[in-house]
């Protein structure tokens, strides 16, 4: 596909299209984990998480895969100036000393040959255990491992990721039409998943099986993303954490400085913010 140092030259040479917004009031944290933003589709939520990007600052950023999809990207080339902007603002971050840990997921997993390296600033790992303020140990990977599709019938997950697309095109078109009659943004695939039975078991037992495996290795609990479903639940004495998507959901976690942990839903924040103007102006 291309060489990840090259790559990583290549942008934060470039002037990004939407300049980066230098907000004095923006939100600080001590850890910050996104994934799934799945660069190189249709779907993917860029003006939210250039938004959020802008809005938000930690010392630590992990990028819990699927940043890029290089599925999409091998069947068709599509990369907006937008696209650009994210991987230039998240570059551009690690220069200024926030440490980025990128763990590939199954859509980006070109890059899992470059484990153990830094490309930009940005590490490249299989895996992290990170280590909360409040002393909390926690596993930290994409989780695709733990999907049996994936792993036991590629030909199946290539299906599933093309009916995910159609999906994806039709959500885009609900919400411009959305958008257009003043109403804020809302996830066709989001709800339709949780009306699915067969998803909402899948999603269940994908949960406990990252659970077990971070409680076999004697940690606290695990954070990952994948199945594109934030989360925060409790298996015994491990808790899970998902930090979902920027396709569906648009969240992130977040690790405040005392250890407290919090899932951000940007659509909502960003609707917040817009509706009370809309309705200024309606007014």
């Given at each position: 596909m291309f060489a990840p140092g090259e790559f990583a030259e290549r942008?934060?040479?470039?002037?990004?299209s939407e300049p980066e917004v230098r907000k004095s009031d923006r939100r600080r944290y001590r850890t910050i984990w996104i994934s799934d933003v799945h660069l190189g589709t249709r779907g993917c939520n860029a003006d939210l998480l250039i938004d959020f990007l802008d809005s938000v600052d930690s010392d630590t950023l992990y990028l819990v895969g699927d940043i890029i999809d290089g599925w999409r990207l091998k069947k068709s080339w599509y990369w907006p100036a937008k696209h650009n902007d994210i991987v230039w603002r998240l570059l551009k971050r690690a220069k200024r000393g926030t440490r980025v840990i990128y763990i590939p997921g199954?859509?980006?997993?070109?890059?899992?040959?470059?484990?153990?390296?830094s490309f930009?600033?940005?590490?490249?790992?299989?895996?992290?255990?990170?280590?909360?303020?409040?002393?909390?140990?926690?596993?930290?990977?994409?989780?695709?491992?733990?999907?049996?599709?994936?792993?036991?019938?590629?030909?199946?997950?290539?299906?599933g990721d093309a009916a995910y697309e159609m999906l994806m095109r039709l959500n885009m078109l609900v919400n411009k039409v959305r958008a257009r009659l003043g109403k804020p943004y809302w996830s066709l695939s989001k709800h339709a998943k949780h009306k699915v039975k067969n998803a909402v078991e899948f999603i269940s037992r994908f949960e406990e099986a990252v659970a077990k495996a971070a409680?076999?290795?004697?940690?606290?609990?695990?954070?990952?993303?994948?199945?594109?479903?934030?989360?925060?639940?409790?298996?015994?004495?491990?808790?899970?954490?998902n930090d979902g998507d920027w396709v569906e959901g648009c969240t992130a976690l977040v690790e405040h400085f005392n250890g407290e942990m919090e899932i951000l839903h940007w659509a909502d924040e960003v609707n917040g913010r817009v509706l009370p103007m809309q309705q200024a102006n309606a007014a």
């Open positions: 942008v934060a040479s470039l002037r990004p199954n859509h980006d997993e070109v890059f899992r040959q470059f484990t153990g390296l930009g600033g940005v590490e490249i790992r299989s895996k992290a255990i990170h280590e909360t303020a409040d002393g909390r140990r926690l596993l930290v990977l994409h989780g695709d491992e733990f999907d049996a599709v994936v792993l036991y019938a590629r030909w199946l997950a290539f299906l409680g076999d290795r004697g940690l606290d609990g695990v954070v990952c993303g994948h199945i594109h479903t934030a989360e925060e639940r409790m298996f015994g004495d491990v808790v899970y954490y």
